[in-house]
Each structure stands twice: as structure tokens, then as C-alpha cells.
């Protein structure tokens, strides 16, 4: 028995031009991972979802997490899921045997999907988000719509393999995204050489006119021992009209490479390039192993500023409960957190990633320690309170640079105050997009107020003697550039 089930898409940027589906480089045949299956139909079309990405509805728009509810009754709430699982939904096979195990007679009703539990984030980036004020009712598995908490106790998270019900709006179909497969991940009874050439690439699952191109295969022995196998395609640099280049087609069929979905770490597919820019970052800097070490704010879409958690300074005005964090690089920090897991760290992949190619190139421009970068106060919207403008998900404040390395700020007014380097700061910023952001929308330069330096202005009724504000508009083709590129 099947039922399609209406989801809604994510809607992405322009730039999603540059994933656009492309066939095969060479125009080969897809390397087929399960090889007993060999005896196989041509290629087909289907609309039939090879695994799910958990989104949650609308009504839990302001949620990292949905609810997870037991098979054989629908109104039981058993776990949450965090945003951003993957999942496999059941087979007609398998929904007919966990039928008669749970005694259930009836299928869930059609608002219900049946699934298994195929890949997690990281569990810390939720955690850490427990620790602010803000966010921790976002990560509060107690507050949900319609959860409750048995015995007054928090639910706990879903593990992989575990089987239960999620509601079918809350699930985005695999075209929507791109994957990072994770580098240390362990393929069992996947054929070696193939699976380990996956480790660390972006994939996706291969489409055709908004359908999934797979192929039925059976083993010769047995023509009644079927798989259908998706394809799967390994994206690398992009030519030199834009498109990525597909590298290899591999086909494979989820319930026989449940390992390989383990692996797999869903990325929308406009912030692809800069969630894999700073990948790259993280593990040539902070001995990171990949993807699943950065943090995933995921129901706003944005990744925090990686941060080198090794090395802090306690901020002993912050009560001992907070510290400033380094990074990224050596020299910059993050100053005045909200938490002591820089809660507040949080912007758009793109902004983040021009970001950091600006501090890595500054410390090349000046690798003094004396020109370290104290920044702060990224995400933060109206509701929280306190720097409503920081809403649009792209900017920074930036300390100007000091005489000395004082992370304690200093004013224009101040002796301290190095007007020269700080110029020559502006101008990195204003070569990588940076602008200021009107209340309109409009973009003008960065807010800065100090005349004397060229490429900033005084905003009205706001005081930027102690800081710049400068925001990385996703949309500037000068920030795409500075993420893509870096700054030479």
C-alpha cells in the first residue's frame, strides 16, 4: 500500500543556478554499489522519496526539533527529532511486519509517516544552545505545542534505527538539498574501495524533470529478489559556465546502504559552497575533522563563526559564566558573549564565510598581535531585546583596532584608538561586500563613527564610536566572491 504525501519545498536563492541537475561528465554508467543485484532494467523515472530531511511544520517554525511519536499509536509522543534528520520511510515489507508485531490493524492516519531513523547532527551544537537565554527554548524538548513530558522528565533525543511516526509536513523531500558525506564515516557491508572515495564529497541524489532517476535491479538467481537503487551523484568544481561538474554516478538503494545514509549531512543547496568553505577552514586551522564539527542553527538557517573552544579568556564581568572565545584564526575573538558557547555566534552561511576570509586575510595583512579583532553580536532579532538591527542575519560589530592588545575596546576618542590600521581594516571589509544596512533594506557603507576614515558613516541615533557595524549581505556578488574566492 503507498500514499503520496503533499510536503512543501524549501524555497532558495538564486544562486541554487549554480546545483542545477547535470548529467554524468562522461556520460558513464553509474558504478553499482550492490553487485548480487546485477541483473538490471534501464534506467527509470520515479517520484517515489528514496529518504526524508526532517524540517518541522510551520506551527513549530521556531523549533530545532518535532515530535516523534510511537508506531502503533499516533498521540504518543516518544522522542523529538532534531532538525535536519535524515530519514527512510518504511516499506510496505516492513510497515506490514511492524503491523502485526505492535498489533496495530490500521495504518496511521495519512498525516503520519512511518520512518526509520537514518542521520543525526552532532549532538552538541543543541546542546551548547541550552545555554542561552534565547535559544534554549528553541532546544526545550518540554515546550512543544502538544508534548508533555511523562513524569516530568525532558524527552530524549531519537538515536539511529529508531522506528516511529512523524508528521508529514515536517518532512522535505532529498532533491531539496545537497550532502556532506563525513569524513570519518565507517560503510559496513558496502564495498570498500567505492564507499571510501565518498568520504568527505558533496553528493546528491540524482533528478530528471523533478523526478528521482534510479534503476530496478534483481539478482539473477532470484528475478523476484528486487532492489530499486538511486542514483547518486558526486559533485566537484564547477566549469567554466558556472555548473557544477558531476565527477561519478554511483547507484545504491537506501534500505541496503542504511551506513551511507548514516554519513550523510543535509546543507541547502544555495548555502552549499560556503558551509564546504568552511569545512575546509576548520580542518586546516582547528585540527576539526569536517563538517559535523560546525553549528547548525537550523530553523534560521545559519552556522556559527567557528571558534577554537581550546582557547579561552574568562571575562570575569561576565559573572565566571561566560568567557571570550578565539577565533576565528589567531589573533580575532569574540567579545562580550551572551554564553559561554558564544550563543550569539550564529549568522548566514555566506556572511559567515566572507567573515572569516576577511580575518584570515587580515592577519596576513597585519600579523601583529596588536592587531587582533574583537567582534560580536551577530543574530540577534528584535525579540531578544537587545541589538535589534543585528536581525537581518548578516552583520558583525567589529572593535576598532588598538595600540595594543586590549580586549576590553577602545573609543575614536581614546589614545589607544589606531586610526591607521583601522583604515586599513575598513578597506578589507569594504573588498569583501561589507556595507551598512538601512532600516529599509538599502545598503550604504558600514557605520562607523569616525570622519576621518574613508568608506563608513554615522548612522542616526545610534553610537558606533566603540565599534563598526558592517553587514555581509548574502546577495552582494562582492561577499559571494570573498566566501568563493577569499581576499588576495
Not at 553487485?35 to 526524508?52: G, K, Q, V, W
Not at 568553505?277 to 534560521?300: K, M, W
Request: aromatic residues 10%; contains cysteine; neutral net charge.
Amino acid at each position: 500500500m503507498k500514499r503520496v504525501f503533499a510536503l512543501g519545498f524549501f524555497l532558495v536563492s538564486i544562486t541554487l543556478l549554480f546545483w542545477a541537475a547535470q548529467s554524468s561528465s562522461a556520460g558513464n554508467e553509474p558504478t553499482m554499489v550492490h553487485s548480487e543485484f546485477s541483473r538490471c532494467e534501464p534506467e527509470i523515472l520515479t517520484s517515489d522519496e528514496p529518504f526524508f530531511v526532517s524540517a518541522t511544520d510551520r506551527e513549530m517554525a521556531e523549533k530545532e526539533w518535532d515530535n516523534f511519536r510511537n508506531y502503533a499509536d499516533h498521540t504518543r509522543i516518544i522522542r523529538y527529532i532534531p532538525r535536519m534528520t535524515i530519514v527512510r520511510p518504511l516499506s510496505d515489507e516492513e510497515n506490514m511486519s511492524l503491523r502485526d508485531a505492535t498489533g496495530r490493524r490500521n495504518f496511521p492516519p495519512d498525516s503520519y509517516v512511518p520512518v526509520k531513523v537514518m542521520g543525526l547532527r552532532d549532538p552538541r551544537a543543541f546542546d551548547n544552545m541550552a545555554s542561552n537565554r534565547h535559544l534554549a527554548r528553541r532546544v526545550d524538548p518540554c515546550t512543544a505545542r502538544t508534548s508533555r513530558c511523562p513524569n516530568n522528565r525532558r524527552l530524549e533525543s531519537v538515536q539511529i534505527g529508531d522506528v516511529g511516526l512523524i508528521f508529514a509536513q515536517s518532512l522535505k523531500p532529498a532533491k531539496d538539498f545537497n550532502f556532506i558525506v563525513t569524513e570519518n564515516a565507517q560503510f559496513l557491508n558496502l564495498p570498500e574501495t567505492v564507499m571510501n572515495s565518498l568520504r568527505g564529497k558533496t553528493v546528491r541524489v540524482a533528478t530528471r524533470d523533478g523526478k528521482y532517476r534510479a534503476r530496478i535491479c534483481c539478482k539473477p538467481d532470484s528475478p523476484e529478489q528486487c532492489i530499486t537503487n538511486y542514483i547518486f551523484q558526486v559533485i566537484g568544481s564547477a566549469d567554466s559556465a558556472g555548473r557544477r561538474i558531476v565527477e561519478r554516478e554511483v547507484a545504491m538503494a537506501p534500505r541496503q546502504c542504511e551506513s551511507f545514509l548514516h554519513a550523510l549531512n543535509p546543507v541547502l543547496r544555495s548555502q552549499t559552497d560556503a558551509i564546504r568553505s568552511l569545512v575546509t577552514y576548520v580542518q586546516q586551522t582547528q585540527g576539526f575533522q569536517g563538517v559535523r564539527d560546525l553549528e547548525f542553527f537550523d530553523s534560521v538557517g545559519l552556522v556559527k563563526v567557528p571558534l577554537d573552544y581550546r582557547r579561552r579568556i574568562e571575562a570575569g564581568h561576565l559573572g565566571g559564566n561566560a568567557a571570550i572565545q578565539m577565533g576565528p584564526g589567531t589573533h580575532s575573538f569574540h567579545y562580550t558573549p551572551d554564553d559561554y558557547h558564544s550563543g550569539d555566534a550564529f549568522n548566514d552561511p555566506t556572511s559567515v564565510c566572507a567573515f572569516v576570509n576577511v580575518i584570515r586575510r587580515w592577519e596576513q595583512i597585519c600579523p601583529d598581535a596588536n592587531c587582533a579583532v574583537g567582534w560580536g553580536n551577530c543574530y540577534h532579532p528584535p525579540s531578544w531585546g537587545v541589538h535589534g538591527s543585528h536581525g537581518s542575519k548578516y552583520c558583525f560589530d567589529l572593535r576598532p583596532i588598538t595600540r595594543d592588545r586590549d580586549t576590553g575596546g577602545v573609543t575614536v576618542y581614546q589614545r589607544n584608538y589606531d586610526r591607521e590600521n583601522t583604515q586599513r581594516l575598513v578597506d578589507l571589509l569594504t573588498r569583501a561586500g561589507g556595507v551598512g544596512i538601512f532600516n529599509d533594506g538599502s545598503y550604504v557603507n558600514m557605520f562607523f563613527d569616525d570622519s576621518r576614515v574613508n568608506g563608513v558613516r554615522s548612522a542616526p541615533n545610534a553610537d558606533h564610536s566603540d565599534h563598526i557595524h558592517v553587514c555581509f549581505p548574502a546577495d552582494r556578488p562582492e561577499v559571494q566572491n570573498a566566501c568563493a574566492r577569499g581576499l588576495q
